[in-house]
């Protein structure tokens, strides 16, 4: 046991030390005494990683190896009851969980058997302090017990005031008790019949399932059924349902299922009325599965058809803005957010949150999200995901993938230069810009913006020059991308933290037909600059004035394909068009060249390739 350093796994599960704590640098040697390979859905077998636990000899900790681990993996060199030396490891924090991450390590030497009789450090740290996951794994597993029977589940007698009646589960990345509310109308005797046993042709039933996400769905271990309450239902119980809480629920309405409204392979569908009992289960026994995912790579999204619904995991790299939008449909406003989320596909996209979830989302200190129900589809080209109603997003989940996928943006992802799966044709945040789509400048400059809303046109034109005036970005918060006052660190919607640099200037664009300025916001301000905000704001630091401007007058003079907004704006009683660019990709010399010379060929037929 001497040659284990003493003492530090309790220091490496313990909340209070920090990750600028010197622990996580002081090259510690442990025993690997448990060891697993992680049973990923991708389909990429590539990415390998193990989870397992390393033990001083007095306690173990649960620890995952990543990626960066693949060739000692590879070798099989890391074996059950080997030593090491962590030369790189890092702490995630998930759901009030710690979960170790070693991303680099040296093997000292193979040993037959563990040392000492270590205990884990749950034992000591209540809540999660080492588990870090939801498997719990124990160095040395007993046998699982059998699975538990759902036919007659014992349920504790409850005070009786009246039954709690609920329509919908909104999404949460932290849940909150509910008390159960009423009589506790199920006792030890209820039959309790499988999701999949379920028709209109049942007059009693009970079920007991979990509250999964918005808009009702439940799932017990046989399947999931959607769940929908109207007006009245909605408005009162509103906050009744937890994600991932477990409720017994009868009295609903079993009709078939409307397939437009729901992915689930399920034929029918519950609807919620006045006349529903729902009771959370006070004895839940983990008979009622947690959420499970199909996890796609976002690197896969263009081989998959439109209007597909997926499940992905992601890593926030631009939380994006709310903004407001009036639905066609109904002509009513509602809030939307576009975000960029990554993976270790190397890839982006674009994913769209609606209405409170665009609001209130928050982004800061890029977290993993698990988004389960989004939808494809195509946008210019590339393919982008919007979140449906019916779907679910799990902040910092407590999975294994996630813990991979933070350990590894933070050690090499966060320097990724990531392909964008939204865009088909470069940067700016969107492309795949169509040619038919291209006008004159001049005849964008002429359309008719008086109509509350502006269009959207695009153009191919050089960029000609940016206007050096002020600067260049804004202090932005990471949250939501509102503007941080100078000297402060917090926004105007209440999001503290160290701010970001967010370009927002003019250009001066033109083709052959006219010139014009347009704003520029921050995705097309790094394809224009070939750089961030804030790099460019380094540089600027370190020349004088004229320096910079020298410099900034060498960056135009590359041809872009647009797509634009123009919209009319009034201030003191003068109107006038604003344009901006909404997207931006460059253009690709050899197919214009060829498209134009297809162009000619056709007005003479002297062309042939």
């Given at each position: 046991?001497?040659?284990?350093?003493?003492?530090?796994?309790?220091?490496?599960?313990?909340p209070a030390t920090t990750n600028d704590d010197p622990l996580w640098k002081s090259d510690p040697v442990v025993q690997v005494v448990m060891l697993k390979e992680i049973q990923s859905n991708k389909t990429n077998q590539s990415q390998e990683r193990k989870r397992g636990a390393v033990s001083d000899g007095k306690h173990y900790v649960q620890v995952m190896f990543t990626t960066q681990l693949k060739d000692i993996m590879e070798q099989e060199q890391l074996q059950r009851n080997c030593i090491i030396r962590i030369k790189h490891m890092t702490c995630n924090v998930m759901q009030e969980k710690r979960l170790i991450v070693i991303m680099e390590l040296d093997i000292i030497g193979q040993h037959s058997e563990k040392i000492g009789n270590p205990v884990s450090v749950d034992t000591i740290f209540s809540g999660g302090g080492g588990g870090g996951g939801s498997n719990n794994e124990q160095a040395n597993p007993a046998p699982a017990p059998s699975a538990a029977t759902t036919s007659k589940p014992s349920v504790s007698k409850l005070p009786v005031q009246r039954p709690a009646e609920t329509t919908t589960s909104r999404v949460a990345s932290t849940s909150r008790a509910v008390a159960p509310s009423g009589t506790n109308a199920f006792n030890e005797n209820t039959p309790i019949f499988q999701i999949e046993a379920l028709s209109p042709?049942?007059?009693r039933w009970t079920i007991k399932a979990r509250g999964k996400l918005f808009s009702c769905v439940f799932m017990d271990n046989s399947g999931a059924i959607r769940a929908t309450g109207f007006t009245d239902a909605v408005a009162e119980y509103y906050e009744k349902l937890k994600e991932n809480h477990v409720y017994y629920i009868t009295k609903a309405r079993i009709q078939v299922a409307k397939k437009k409204f729901s992915n689930l392979p399920n034929e029918y569908e519950m609807t919620i009325d006045k006349g529903t009992i729902i009771e959370e289960a006070v004895d839940d026994d983990d008979s009622v599965p947690m959420q499970t995912f199909q996890f796609k790579a976002l690197s896969e999204l263009n081989a998959i058809n439109n209007d597909a619904i997926i499940d992905v995991l992601g890593i926030v790299t631009d939380p994006g803005e709310s903004t407001t939008i009036t639905t066609k449909s109904t002509n009513k406003q509602l809030s939307k957010r576009d975000i960029i989320i990554a993976d270790m596909s190397l890839s982006k996209s674009r994913l769209t949150l609606w209405g409170k979830q665009a609001e209130t989302f928050n982004g800061s200190a890029n977290p993993v999200i698990a988004f389960k129900g989004v939808k494809?589809?195509?946008y210019n080209g590339g393919k982008s995901l919007s979140l449906l109603s019916s779907g679910s997003m799990t902040i910092n989940p407590d999975m294994d993938e996630a813990h991979a996928l933070r350990g590894w943006y933070d050690h090499e992802g966060e320097k990724t230069v990531f392909k964008n799966q939204t865009a088909s044709g470069g940067g700016g945040g969107g492309g795949g810009i169509k040619r038919d789509e291209l006008m004159p400048l001049r005849t964008a400059r002429e359309m008719d913006y008086d109509n509350g809303t502006g269009h959207f046109f695009a153009i191919r034109a050089l960029v000609v020059h940016i206007r050096n005036e002020g600067n260049l970005w804004y202090r932005a918060c990471k949250t939501c991308s509102k503007k941080v006052p100078d000297?402060?660190?917090?926004?105007?919607?209440?999001h503290t933290g160290e701010p970001n640099l967010r370009?927002?200037?003019?250009?001066?664009?033109?083709?052959?037909?006219?010139?014009?300025?347009?704003?520029?916001?921050?995705?097309?301000?790094?394809?224009?600059?070939?750089?961030?905000?804030?790099?460019?704001?380094?540089?600027?630091?370190s020349m004088n004035p004229e320096e910079f401007d020298i410099m900034l007058k060498k960056i135009p003079g590359q041809y872009f394909m647009m797509n634009c907004k123009g919209k009319q704006d009034t201030y003191n009683e003068q109107t006038r068009t604003k344009y901006s660019i909404m997207n931006i990709q460059p253009v690709n010399?050899?197919?214009?060249?060829?498209?134009?010379?297809?162009?000619?060929?056709?007005?003479?037929?002297?062309?042939?390739?």
């Open positions: 046991m001497d040659q284990l350093t003493q003492d530090i796994v309790l220091r490496m599960a313990d042709y049942q007059n494809v589809a195509e000297g402060g660190n917090e926004c105007a919607q209440g370009y927002n200037f003019n250009v001066a664009v033109a083709d052959n037909s006219a010139q014009g300025w347009f704003t520029v916001f921050n995705e097309t301000g790094h394809a224009i600059t070939g750089q961030t905000a804030d790099e460019l704001a380094a540089k600027k630091e010399y050899l197919e214009e060249g060829l498209k134009i010379a297809q162009e000619i060929s056709s007005l003479d037929g002297s062309y042939h390739h």
